[in-house]
């Protein structure tokens, strides 16, 4: 029999070093451990498998918000508008927004393709909504909608990436989006540590020191990503900082790639989010001063609408000619989806105060992020309270990324079993209580330190089982490897 055409060592060599461990070993071994339960409920010492991996907030009990699915609703079935009955079902602010919305739509369907930036209407409300957030115009051109802000991400690395010599300065730890992007487009990953000691300080010291190492090396660095509120490490940017950081880039003639997704979620009173545009023209500087762009998403915030699919890039400082490059791009993709982009509307237009069903839109929107905030304390607290664990604040994000202190003895163990420590303690949690985190090695981290990342998002009502859990395992797991 003629061997396959295609084999591991015959494939994009590129993909192979792609490595995204948000969904990588630990949660293949949870499928594999969720489908055993469900075979037979009794194989494991737990009855369920708890997704602390990834920000995923409607798989763990979030409901979304009514307001937003009712406009979905009524955009994706436009019969209901002339029942009668839909004024009972439905607030009339819902209706209208669908109305509106489906004017603005080709065909007024759902299902037909748009412009490839995006529905113009839709474009031109998030342009207002992105105005209103920043005191500073938008431009609806500037506009390109996504399917989330992944597709938007993958588009700036295709754009910018020309060959390995060309690097991107990305924080340590970082979303691992982005190391598994620049590694398809075969480009070099520069990285900038956050200080851990200062709650994930972004030193402009270190990126100057990163870029003279990376210029060194013959690597032309084109961009710097900055993540603010940081995931995996859940810190809000001081204004005064995202200066400095706007200064460093126009100084040095690199694009500011602002992975802005978490802008809703911060939960310190003493801290605040700014938009790097925002803190760019407040400043003084324009478009020919600083090239900037910013990605937003439905996923995060308050909605946590990831299956939808929706988000944005909003790109100033480019020249018309690398603009019509940037929309070859999108067009190759024909558009995101409509769905999507009616959320992503709908996020930066949401209720005002005096619309009909502003209190409820409020009301819902305040419940989560107080609980979010609520949850952060919580899974803060308790991790510090465990022995070798330390945990900074909780800002902002969706996440926790404590440090752990491991015995000699189970770093001896992981070695045996052949995999990283950090990993090794991944698998223990996860086979002796079926919660779900990622080892701190699939984000990067300092030389000599471990970490995993837990999301506060099991709703309140599970976090002290999660708690208990995580504790009595702890306990065990320490005492079992102790020195």
């Known amino acids: 029999m003629a061997s396959t055409p295609v084999t591991r060592d015959t494939i994009n060599p590129k993909v192979l070093e792609c490595e995204y461990a948000v969904r990588g070993e630990i949660v293949i071994l949870a499928q594999k451990l969720q489908e055993d339960l ?19 907030p409607q798989s763990l009990g979030q409901k979304p918000i009514t307001f937003f699915r009712e406009v979905l609703a009524l955009c994706d079935h436009p019969a209901l508008l002339d029942k009668s009955e839909t004024h009972s079902l439905f607030s009339d602010d819902s209706i209208k927004r669908a109305s509106q919305i489906l004017s603005q739509i080709p065909g007024q369907a759902t299902g037909a393709y748009s412009h490839s930036q995006g529905v113009k209407g839709l474009r031109d409300t998030i342009a207002a909504g992105i105005g209103a957030r920043d005191g500073f115009p938008s431009d609806p051109n500037d506009i390109f909608l996504t399917d989330g802000a992944s597709p938007a991400v993958h588009m700036m690395m295709q754009l910018l990436i020309r060959s390995e010599k060309d690097g991107i300065l990305c924080p340590i730890p ?6 598994a992007s620049i590694a398809l487009h075969g480009g070099t990953l520069v990285p900038y540590y956050l200080d851990e000691a200062t709650g994930w300080g972004l030193e402009i010291s270190e990126l100057k020191k990163q870029l003279e190492t990376a210029k060194s090396k013959g690597i032309c660095v084109r961009a710097l990503v900055v993540i603010n509120p940081g995931n995996p490490t859940g810190q809000v940017l001081a204004e005064n900082n995202q200066k400095q950081i706007v200064e460093f880039c126009k100084k040095e003639g690199l694009v500011l790639l602002a992975d802005e997704v978490y802008q809703e979620n911060v939960y310190v009173p003493d801290k605040k989010f700014y938009s790097f545009k925002k ?3 407040s400043m003084g500087y324009g478009e020919k001063d600083i090239t900037l762009v910013s990605f937003q998403s439905v996923s995060k915030g308050y909605y946590g609408e990831c299956g939808k699919r929706g988000g944005y890039m909003e ?10 490059q940037i929309y070859k791009l999108a067009s190759v993709n024909l558009c995101s989806n409509i769905s999507g982009q009616i959320l992503a509307s709908l996020v930066m237009s949401p209720p005002k105060a005096g619309d009909q069903c502003y209190e409820s839109y409020s009301a819902e929107k305040n419940a989560i992020l107080s609980s979010l905030a609520k949850r952060a304390q919580q899974l803060e607290h308790a991790l510090n309270g465990l022995e070798g664990v330390s945990c900074n604040r ?14 000699k003895k189970a770093v001896e163990a992981a070695k045996a079993a052949k995999t ?10 996860l086979n002796a209580t079926g919660i779900v985190v990622v080892p701190g090695s699939g984000f990067g981290q300092a030389a000599g330190t471990l970490h995993f990342r ?9 976090i002290p089982a999660i708690i208990s859990r995580l504790t009595k395992f702890h306990e065990a797991f320490m005492k079992e490897f102790r020195d």
């Open 174 to 179: 970082q979303y691992p989006l982005y190391s």
């Open 454 to 462: 837990c999301t506060i998002l099991p709703q309140e009502d599970r």
């Open 394 to 407: 909780a800002e902002g994000a969706m996440y926790l990324f404590p440090r752990i202190e491991l015995p």
């Open 315 to 324: 790109i100033t400082g480019f020249s018309p000619e690398v603009r019509e």
């Open 279 to 281: 803190v760019a023209r």
């Open 420 to 429: 990283a420590p950090d990993t090794f303690y991944a698998r223990r949690l």
């Open 38 to 56: 469900k075979n037979n409920p009794e194989s494991h010492p737990f009855d369920e498998i708890l997704y602390c991996n990834i920000g995923n």
